[in-house]
């Protein structure tokens, strides 16, 4: 119990030291620190998908190219309040992730990987082609969510979209569904030799997921003020699965220090070219192969070493 | 009356027929053994019966209900547990967390607070008590199939489907387990279909016995009949 608190505490602790940080920092790189909570949404979400029920989808760049494209034709064609964009951005992505995750769940295994994949390449030919309605390669200009145009102001928002959806995933993986996450993910034929309604489980864990990286993509491409076919792209996917798999598949925290660190990272390096993206899914494989549990695993067994001793 | 029946079953794997026009009834509050030789279809039966499997023809009723086909889930609900012969655990799940999967399906109003002390009821049930907070992963192959028992009891069912739970015991352990299945039957009123290998425990156990082979049944009666029949000896020894 004292430990809950105190856990408690720390936590408050860091996210407003988190807070105040922007402050103290230039435009470049409260810029790069917002960059980065978005890849913590989509972190997040993918991982509640890939970490907690064992579905990889290579399509959540995609549903957040859904959540982006959506709000910003609604803002360009309609004329629709961006917040409320947002908010019809996450539930485009939430329909299409629940149609998706309807037809291609009950196969399970590696059809979803598959069909997400090609979801994905469709979405991006579609958005490529339609150029009276997406602008193509030359982006979609939009709003921003804002009248005034502030980094400071974009920090928060972003923040909060960050804290929204991991108070999501944390609700759900502590709930008796996230046991039944876990179940799916460890057996399915005994999870649902104990009445565990597999295919609803990984539809419902599919839908929040993308329903989140909706949420993600729209709030990105309000910040960016220009949407382009690189959201929903496969190059971001393999950023997004490279960051979660490094962090720590199937922890809390996993998927936000590889957010934090890749995205960081990837800006000093950024000088020699686009073959960051390359080196991390190289480093992804790796780690996947010899520490499946990303960073966090390594740390955790580094600290159940030491104990003993101490 | 039969709890369970089962009307022509037949079920084909490519060129092999697992099972041929299989009749069999599993009466309400008895423990009926299902025996036979190595893939003589005992297992495909039994995932038949429990979802696991589509059947190719035939049906299954259960409690007045046609359950054939449906979905393992749905069958579980309907009130049949069965374990696996190749224990199936949650591995990175705790044992306590494996029974409450059973738990929280049957009665999703209920949180961790509530369900914890259950579970932990169930485990101490088959003696796993200790080793609540222990990863499924570390148990060994006794103790797995031991957490199979809670899990399947966690559900609780009507009919309790064992599929070779005796297999790595001793003497000595084989008489407690059987006198812990039959004492659920004896307290919970539990309904008992089971495959075993070790047929001295059927023997002491079971009131009736279901001899499968080659996808057939071969015949049908109390243990005590069974084992002195000459089709039986045969199918067990090969002519």
């Known amino acids: 119990m004292v430990k809950a608190i105190d856990n408690r505490w720390w936590l408050a602790a860091a996210v407003a030291g988190f807070a105040a940080l922007p402050w103290g920092l230039g435009i470049y790189h409260q810029h790069v620190l917002i960059v980065s909570l978005f890849y913590v949404m989509m972190t997040a979400s993918w991982n509640l998908l890939a970490g907690y029920t064992g579905q990889v989808s290579f399509g959540h760049a995609a549903f957040a190219g859904i959540g982006a494209y959506a709000s910003g034709i609604l803002a360009t064609k309609v004329g629709l309040n961006p917040w409320l964009g947002v908010g019809a951005g996450t539930l485009a992505a939430a329909v299409f992730g629940f149609l998706l995750g309807v037809l291609c769940l009950k196969m399970g295994g590696i059809y979803l990987s598959l069909t997400t994949l090609g979801f994905s390449e469709i979405l991006h030919i579609i958005i490529n082609n339609e150029y009276e309605i997406t602008r193509g390669t030359m982006g979609l200009q939009v709003p921003g969510l804002i009248a005034e145009y502030s980094k400071l102001a974009y920090f928060y928002i972003f923040l909060a979209g960050a804290i929204i959806t991991l108070a999501v995933v944390h609700r759900l993986i502590h709930a008796n569904i996230g046991l039944n996450f876990r179940a799916v993910q460890n057996d399915e034929r005994a999870a649902a030799a104990l009445g565990v309604d597999v295919v609803r489980v990984r539809v419902l864990a599919f839908t929040v997921s993308s329903a989140l990286a909706g949420m993600a993509g729209a709030l990105y491409g309000h910040y960016l003020l220009l949407i382009t076919p690189q959201i929903p792209s496969l190059d971001q996917q393999f950023l997004v699965l490279s960051m979660t798999v490094i962090g720590g598949l199937g922890s809390f925290a996993g998927p936000v220090i590889g957010a934090f660190g890749l995205e960081i990272l990837s800006e000093y390096i950024r000088a020699y070219g686009e073959y960051h993206v390359l080196a991390f899914g190289l480093v992804a494989l790796i780690v996947a192969r010899f520490a499946p549990r990303g960073l966090v695993g390594v740390w955790k067994q580094f600290m159940d070493r030491r104990r003993p001793a101490a | ?239």
């Not at chain 2, 079920?11 to 009834?25: I, P, S």
């Not at chain 2, 609540?132 to 609780?156: F, G, P, Y």
């Not at chain 2, 001793?170 to 299945?181: D, H, L, P, R, S």
Request: include cysteine; charge should be neutral.
């Open chain 2, 1 to 239: 009356m039969a709890l369970l029946e089962g009307r022509r079953l037949s079920k084909r794997f490519g060129g092999v027929q697992a099972l041929t026009e299989v009749d069999f009834a599993v009466e309400a509050g008895a423990i009926v053994g299902l025996i036979g030789p190595n893939g003589a279809g005992k297992t495909t039966l039994f995932n038949i019966v429990a979802g696991a499997l589509p059947p190719g023809e035939g049906q299954v009723v259960f409690d007045g209900w046609p359950i054939t086909g449906k979905p393992a889930f749905r069958i579980c609900r309907r009130g049949i547990a069965r374990t696996f012969q190749v224990t199936r655990p949650f591995g990175e799940m705790t044992c306590l967390e494996n029974v409450a999967v059973a738990i929280v399906n049957r009665r999703p109003d209920l949180g961790r607070a509530a369900w914890g002390p259950m579970a932990m009821e169930y485990l101490e049930a088959v003696g796993l008590g200790a080793l609540a907070e222990t990863a499924a992963k570390h148990l060994n192959v006794i103790q797995k199939k031991r957490l199979e028992i809670a899990r399947a009891l966690a559900t609780e069912p009507k009919l309790l489907m064992l599929d070779e739970v005796l297999g790595g015991l001793n003497t000595q352990e084989i008489q407690e387990a059987v006198g812990f299945i039959r004492d659920l039957r004896d307290t919970r009123g539990l309904t008992v279909f089971w495959i075993e290998h070790v047929m001295g425990a059927i023997m002491q156990a079971a009131e009736k016995v279901i001899v499968l082979d080659q996808g057939r049944v071969l015949m049908v009666g109390t243990p005590k009949a069974v084992v002195a029949d000459e089709r039986v000896i045969s199918a067990y020894l090969g002519t």
